[in-house]
Protein backbone atom coordinates (compact mmCIF):
# COMPACT_ATOMS: atom_id res chain seq x y z
CA UNK A 1 0.00 0.00 0.00
CA UNK A 2 0.66 3.50 -0.63
CA UNK A 3 2.16 5.41 2.33
CA UNK A 4 -0.17 8.44 3.59
CA UNK A 5 4.03 10.23 4.37
CA UNK A 6 5.92 12.16 2.02
CA UNK A 7 9.66 10.71 1.65
CA UNK A 8 10.51 13.91 3.36
CA UNK A 9 7.97 13.17 6.50
CA UNK A 10 9.48 9.64 6.33
CA UNK A 11 12.73 10.74 6.81
CA UNK A 12 11.72 13.27 9.00
CA UNK A 13 10.73 9.99 11.22
CA UNK A 14 13.86 8.17 10.85
CA UNK A 15 15.66 11.13 11.90
CA UNK A 16 13.64 11.41 14.83
CA UNK A 17 14.45 8.03 15.99
CA UNK A 18 18.10 8.07 15.51
CA UNK A 19 18.00 11.67 17.45
CA UNK A 20 16.00 9.82 20.70
CA UNK A 21 18.22 6.48 20.32
CA UNK A 22 21.27 9.32 20.66
CA UNK A 23 19.36 10.92 23.96
CA UNK A 24 18.69 7.80 25.53
CA UNK A 25 14.86 8.20 24.61
CA UNK A 26 13.93 4.97 23.66
CA UNK A 27 9.93 5.11 24.00
CA UNK A 28 10.73 7.98 21.05
CA UNK A 29 12.87 6.33 19.17
CA UNK A 30 10.61 2.97 19.26
CA UNK A 31 7.39 5.16 18.64
CA UNK A 32 9.22 7.18 15.45
CA UNK A 33 10.82 3.83 14.27
CA UNK A 34 7.88 2.10 14.09
CA UNK A 35 6.24 4.61 12.43
CA UNK A 36 8.55 4.88 9.60
CA UNK A 37 8.97 1.38 9.16
CA UNK A 38 4.83 1.13 8.34
CA UNK A 39 5.61 3.85 5.35
CA UNK A 40 8.94 2.54 4.05
CA UNK A 41 9.52 -1.51 5.40
CA UNK A 42 12.93 -1.62 3.82
CA UNK A 43 15.13 0.94 5.28
CA UNK A 44 17.54 -1.31 7.22
CA UNK A 45 18.54 1.28 9.60
CA UNK A 46 15.37 2.18 10.90
CA UNK A 47 15.21 -1.44 11.81
CA UNK A 48 18.40 -1.08 13.52
CA UNK A 49 17.13 1.80 15.39
CA UNK A 50 13.82 -0.11 16.50
CA UNK A 51 16.22 -3.08 17.58
CA UNK A 52 18.50 -0.99 19.78
CA UNK A 53 15.71 0.37 21.50
CA UNK A 54 14.44 -2.39 22.43
CA UNK A 55 17.39 -3.76 23.40
CA UNK A 56 18.07 -0.90 25.57
CA UNK A 57 14.68 -1.23 27.17
CA UNK A 58 15.29 -5.03 27.91
CA UNK A 59 12.85 -6.23 25.16
CA UNK A 60 15.20 -8.75 23.54
CA UNK A 61 11.88 -10.62 22.02
CA UNK A 62 10.86 -7.28 20.10
CA UNK A 63 14.42 -6.51 18.94
CA UNK A 64 14.78 -10.28 17.78
CA UNK A 65 11.81 -9.52 15.78
CA UNK A 66 12.92 -6.19 14.75
CA UNK A 67 16.16 -7.84 13.25
CA UNK A 68 14.36 -10.76 11.73
CA UNK A 69 11.90 -8.25 10.00
CA UNK A 70 14.95 -6.48 8.95
CA UNK A 71 16.50 -9.38 7.37
CA UNK A 72 13.16 -10.45 5.57
CA UNK A 73 12.62 -7.28 4.04
CA UNK A 74 15.62 -5.08 3.99
CA UNK A 75 18.08 -7.02 1.98
CA UNK A 76 18.50 -4.57 -0.74
CA UNK A 77 19.35 -1.68 2.33
CA UNK A 78 23.12 -0.45 3.02
CA UNK A 79 22.50 -1.59 6.51
CA UNK A 80 21.11 -4.95 5.98
CA UNK A 81 24.42 -6.87 7.15
CA UNK A 82 23.87 -5.11 10.44
CA UNK A 83 20.66 -6.50 10.59
CA UNK A 84 22.50 -9.99 10.23
CA UNK A 85 25.27 -9.15 12.89
CA UNK A 86 22.61 -8.52 15.36
CA UNK A 87 20.97 -12.19 14.88
CA UNK A 88 18.56 -11.42 12.48
CA UNK A 89 17.29 -14.26 10.22
CA UNK A 90 15.42 -14.96 6.92
CA UNK A 91 11.77 -16.45 8.13
CA UNK A 92 12.40 -18.73 5.01
Known amino acids: PAS ?3 ADEIKALKK ?3 TAINRGD ?3 AVEAATEALKADD ?3 LTYLYLGSAYM ?3 KM ?3 KQAFNDCADKAQKSPHYGE ?3 MGG ?3 K
Open 26 to 28: NKA
Open 56 to 58: STG
Open 42 to 44: TDA
Open 89 to 91: KKS
Open 16 to 18: KAE
Open 61 to 63: KEA
Open 83 to 85: CIQ
Open 4 to 6: ALS
